[in-house]
T-cell receptor, first 111, second 116 residues
C-alpha cells in the first residue's frame, strides 16, 4: 500500500540555519502531498501542499517541490527561527482515501 | 470562524472501561475524520464520516466505533479500553469528501486519553 517515509529526528539547528527535512513516498497513481506542522499541545496545521508533479508548495518561508521522478517532497526553509520548533509531518492522499502520514520529524531551533 | 473543537481535552480511564470523545467541525464542514497519534505508531487513520455515513475505515479493532450526526458533529467510542489505547485522538474536518479536496483537512487540538 501507499506509504510515507521521512527522516528521523530530532533535528537541532541554530537560528538562521538552513533546514531540510527529507520525505519520500510510495504510491500508485498520482497522490497529493502535504506538510503538516504540530506545535506543542496543539493539533496539526497544514503548512503547504502540492497536488501534481513539479508543483511547489510554499508558506511562511517553507517550500517543498513535488518530484515524481524521485518520489520525494522535501521540506526546506532558508533561515529557521526559534518559533519554527515543532514536529513536522509529511503526508499523502489519493482521491477517496484518508491521509497517510510519515512518522514525524521533531525540529528544535535554538537562539 | 471557530476551528475544530474536541471535548474533553484530557481523559483518564481504567482498563475495561469505555469512553466517548466528541468533535465539532468547522461550521459548514461536512466531513470528519479521526486519527490516533502515539509515539510508537505515529498518526494512524481510524475512520472518516461524510454526511452521517462512514466512508472509510482504518485497520482498528471493532472496539473502536464512531458516528456522525446531522449537524456534522461526530463522536468516537472505544469500548473495553486497553493500556495500548492511551493516545492523542485527533479529529479533522473538511468541507467536502477529503479525497475530493486533495486532503485539506483542519485539525482540532485533540483529546489526550490515558488508560491506567
Amino acid at each position: 500500500g501507499d506509504s510515507v517515509t521521512q527522516m528521523e529526528g530530532p533535528v537541532t539547528l541554530s537560528e538562521e540555519a538552513f533546514l531540510t527535512i527529507n520525505c519520500t513516498y510510495t504510491a500508485t497513481g498520482y497522490p497529493s502531498l502535504f506538510w503538516y506542522v504540530q506545535y506543542p499541545g496543539e493539533g496539526l496545521q497544514l503548512l503547504l501542499k502540492a497536488t501534481k508533479a513539479d508543483d511547489k508548495g510554499s508558506n511562511k518561508g517553507f517550500e517543498a517541490t513535488y518530484r515524481k521522478e524521485t518520489t520525494s517532497f522535501h521540506l526546506e526553509k532558508g533561515s529557521v527561527q526559534v518559533s519554527d520548533s515543532a514536529v513536522y509531518f509529511c503526508a499523502l492522499n489519493q482521491a477517496g482515501t484518508a491521509l497517510i502520514f510519515g512518522k514525524g520529524t521533531t525540529l528544535s531551533v535554538s537562539s | 470562524k471557530a476551528g475544530v473543537t474536541q471535548t474533553p481535552r484530557y481523559l483518564i480511564k481504567t482498563r475495561g472501561q469505555q469512553v466517548t470523545l466528541s468533535c465539532s467541525p468547522i461550521s459548514g464542514h461536512r466531513s470528519v475524520s479521526w486519527y490516533q497519534q502515539t509515539p510508537g505508531q505515529g498518526l494512524q487513520f481510524l475512520f472518516e464520516y461524510f454526511s452521517e455515513t462512514q466512508r472509510n475505515k482504518g485497520n482498528f479493532p471493532g472496539r473502536f466505533s464512531g458516528r456522525q450526526f446531522s449537524n456534522s458533529r461526530s463522536e468516537m467510542n472505544v469500548s473495553t479500553l486497553e493500556l495500548g489505547d492511551s493516545a492523542l485522538y485527533l479529529c479533522a474536518s473538511s468541507f467536502g469528501h477529503p479525497g475530493g479536496l486533495a486532503g485539506e483537512q483542519f485539525f482540532g487540538p485533540g483529546t489526550r486519553l490515558t488508560v491506567l
